[in-house]
């Protein structure tokens, strides 16, 4: 069954909403040049607000392995997103401090990207267009990957269903189409989630 991230949460009314929607996911942003970065204080303040049963990721953009674990390692966050140029290396490196789950994110624009992400040695990889960009990539690309993988890029309420229900994929992941004017939106929060178990 798809699981849902709902990600870029940074204000408590935020956690709020996640609270009563139940996504498996949540996300918070460290990325420095992301207009949705928090501070790790702001982070664990959120994390102490957030139901048991909800995973938070954490979202990094080539940040330093030690950070990263050091967030993960403290509970701040369950799950390391890494959505920059984060290599092999770079994962081996991230295990030895910290036995927490990684996301391996990856852009689609070819076949062969998609070949690349199968490959990944991370636990989950993650399929997207860009970084919090709000735009899809061609979904054919995909029809045939046999590994699971969070779908993520231009996901909105309108197009989520089609999207579980066509690609199946083990989760969607979505930011920009749950925001109005930069803020989350607790009514788009909420379609989106609905969106996405009508197509399980
Ligand atoms: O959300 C961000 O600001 C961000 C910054 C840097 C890297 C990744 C980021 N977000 C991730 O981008 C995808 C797609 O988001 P969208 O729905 O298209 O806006 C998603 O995985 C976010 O976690």
Request: proline share 4%.
């Amino acid at each position: 069954m798809t699981k849902i991230k709902l990600c870029g949460l940074s204000r408590p009314c935020d956690i709020e909403t996640a609270n009563e929607l139940k996504p498996e996911y949540i996300g918070f942003v460290f990325a420095q040049k992301s207009k949705r970065h928090l501070t790790s204080e702001k982070a664990e303040e959120l994390k102490k607000m957030l139901a048991p049963g909800i995973q938070a990721a954490g979202v990094f953009v080539d940040e330093k392995p030690q950070t990263v674990a050091r967030l993960l390692n403290g509970n701040i966050i369950d799950i390391a997103q890494l959505h920059g140029n984060e290599d092999e290396v770079y994962i081996k490196h991230l295990r030895r401090l910290t036995h927490k789950p990684i996301i391996q994110a990856f852009r689609i624009g070819n076949a062969s990207d998609v070949i690349n992400a199968e490959r990944s040695i991370a636990d989950h990889i993650l399929l997207d267009s860009g970084a919090g960009t709000g735009t899809a990539f061609d979904w054919n690309l995909i029809q045939s990957i046999k590994r699971p993988y969070f779908l993520a890029g231009g996901l909105e309420p309108c197009n989520v269903e089609k999207a579980v229900r066509i690609l199946k994929p083990f989760a969607v992941d979505v930011s920009s189409g749950i925001e109005t004017n930069g803020r989350k939106d607790k009514t788009k929060m909420a379609a989106f989630v609905a969106a996405a178990r009508k197509g399980r």
